[in-house]
């Protein structure tokens, strides 16, 4: 691929260059190449030489992206001189690009790029296109904007939309199941314990590794100061969680998120889940928890906020507190009735739920978010925070056995 040009952003392929001037096992020559590819400008802008070969072809890709004028003065700042970037109008183009970062730049880089091409340029109503998806390099983010173009997505573009999610979601759960389902085993296995078991409800095995240290060698015994057993009653409960996650534009990843660990947690039989998703409307979505990819497609991005709600809905199913985890999933931007939604949080924790409040669920960090509101829940005890994928079955496991959660430090 050549370098950019006003009427074709993206020309043939072109050969690497054996006559590039630069010598990559020359340090000074290689911190001028990407120094060079991070500045962009003209042919031989920032460096004096010009880009050949393969490094001009990357930097066709990504002046593509980010030489895109972003009004018209900074065009008369340059004195009218300078390229001109951009992917053109057409999903052919935008699909040869993208099949141009896909051979220059790892994956993670490519899904940084395409999100930015999709925020940057307007490109989300190419995704509409069959052509334009079975480009793409699919990830979370891509998830998000498939699914807040749902409603508008022609049915020739439906299949290859859902193909695209179910990789993702697919890649996803074979990432995080496994560690989330031995994780919440153990945290409920210990929840299910009993210190003072009848004696048909002792577990042995268990009394006898507690109490190694209580060994008598002259009897040749253990003395089992403490009992450890699981009461028949207790091993019949199960505990319930509820899910209760934001659908707002800026929730896409943790939308994403909850459905596959709401999928993982409904498939443990000791464990009874239900997810519920709300903008100014509440929806169960729990009937669709054993096909993550049709819960995702029948959420609704975007919209106001009502997590007072929410929470009521969440509430009136509740029936049995003590053994009730809730998960608010939200950026606590509340369109409700603020003081009802603190004083219904309040009240579920008085009847014994376990009440936890996250931020986000992605590998994004903090988002934006009400800081009032998370102040608020905090003095009731319920701290608001950010949490990764990779935390989540750790905050989980602490939350069944009614444990302090592990909050990440900021």
Same mark, same amino acid.
């Given at each position: 691929?050549?370098a &950019?040009t006003?009427g ?6 072109t050969p690497?260059?054996e *006559?590039?001037?630069y010598?990559p096992?020359?340090?000074?020559d ?8 991070v500045?962009g400008g003209g042919?031989?802008?920032g460096? @004096? ?10 930097d066709g ?6 030489d895109r004028?972003s009004?018209?003065d ?6 009218g001189?300078?390229r001109h970037?951009?992917?053109g109008?057409s999903a052919?183009?935008v699909?040869r690009?993208l099949?141009d ?6 994956g993670?880089v490519v899904q940084?790029m395409?999100?930015?091409?999709i925020?940057?340029?307007g ?5 509409l296109e069959? =052509?334009?998806l079975?480009?793409? =390099? ?12 749902n409603? #508008?997505?022609?049915?020739t573009t439906?299949e290859?939309? *859902? ?5 993702v979601?697919?890649d ?11 994780t919440l085993?153990?945290?409920l ?6 210190? *003072?078991?009848r ?6 095995? %268990?009394?006898i590794?507690?109490?190694l ?5 002259e009897h %040749? &015994?253990?003395?089992?100061e403490?009992?450890? @057993?699981y009461?028949r009653a207790?091993r019949?409960?199960k ?16 939308l +994403?998120?909850s459905?596959?660990?709401g999928?993982?947690?409904a498939?443990?039989p000791a464990?009874?889940t %239900?997810l519920v +998703?709300f903008?100014?409307?509440? +929806?169960?979505?729990?009937?669709r928890?054993?096909d ?5 497609f029948?959420?609704?991005?975007g919209? @106001?906020?009502?997590?007072? %709600?929410?929470?009521?809905y969440?509430q009136?199913?509740i ?15 509340e @369109?409700g009735?603020r003081? =009802?939604?603190?004083?219904r ?6 009847s014994g739920? =376990?009440f936890v409040?996250?931020l986000?669920l992605s590998d994004?960090?903090a988002p934006a978010?009400d800081?009032e509101?998370a102040?608020a829940?905090a #003095?009731?005890?319920v701290?608001a925070?950010?949490? &990764? ?6 905050v989980?496991a602490a ?7 592990p909050i990440?430090e900021?």
């Amino acid at each position: 691929m050549s370098a &950019t040009t006003p009427g074709d952003p993206f020309g043939p392929h072109t050969p690497h260059d054996e *006559r590039d001037p630069y010598n990559p096992r020359d340090p000074h020559d290689e911190r001028l190449r990407r120094w060079r590819l991070v500045l962009g400008g003209g042919p031989a802008d920032g460096i @004096g030489r010009a880009l050949t070969g393969t490094d001009a072809a990357m930097d066709g890709a990504l002046s593509a992206l980010y030489d895109r004028k972003s009004d018209k003065d900074d065009k008369a700042s340059r004195g009218g001189q300078g390229r001109h970037g951009g992917l053109g109008g057409s999903a052919p183009s935008v699909a040869r690009w993208l099949g141009d970062i896909r051979t220059y730049f790892p994956g993670s880089v490519v899904q940084v790029m395409q999100r930015d091409a999709i925020d940057r340029l307007g490109l989300a109503a190419l995704l509409l296109e069959p =052509e334009m998806l079975a480009a793409v =390099e699919p990830d979370v983010h891509l998830v998000g904007t498939l699914l807040s173009l749902n409603k #508008a997505m022609p049915q020739t573009t439906k299949e290859t939309a *859902r193909t695209v999610v179910r990789k993702v979601v697919d890649d996803l759960e074979a990432r995080l199941a496994t560690r989330t389902r031995a994780t919440l085993t153990g945290a409920l296995d210990r929840s299910a314990r009993i210190s *003072r078991p009848r004696h048909r409800d002792i577990d042995w095995d %268990r009394t006898i590794r507690a109490n190694l240290a209580h060994y008598l060698p002259e009897h %040749r &015994t253990i003395v089992p100061e403490r009992l450890v @057993g699981y009461g028949r009653a207790s091993r019949a409960v199960k505990k319930e969680v509820v899910l209760c996650v934001d659908q707002s534009g800026s929730m896409a990843p943790s939308l +994403v998120y909850s459905a596959v660990f709401g999928a993982v947690l409904a498939s443990m039989p000791a464990l009874a889940t %239900r997810l519920v +998703v709300f903008d100014t409307a509440v +929806v169960d979505l729990t009937e669709r928890l054993d096909d993550p990819v049709d819960l995702l497609f029948g959420t609704r991005l975007g919209g @106001g906020t009502d997590i007072n %709600r929410a929470l009521a809905y969440c509430q009136s199913r509740i029936t049995r507190p003590a053994d009730t985890v809730v998960v608010l999933i939200s950026d606590l931007y509340e @369109g409700g009735i603020r003081n =009802e939604m603190l004083k219904r949080v309040a009240a579920m924790k008085a009847s014994g739920v =376990e009440f936890v409040a996250l931020l986000a669920l992605s590998d994004e960090g903090a988002p934006a978010y009400d800081r009032e509101h998370a102040a608020a829940l905090a #003095a009731l005890g319920v701290p608001a925070f950010a949490c &990764t994928p990779d935390l989540f079955p750790e905050v989980m496991a602490a939350a069944l056995e009614k444990r302090p959660l592990p909050i990440p430090e900021t």
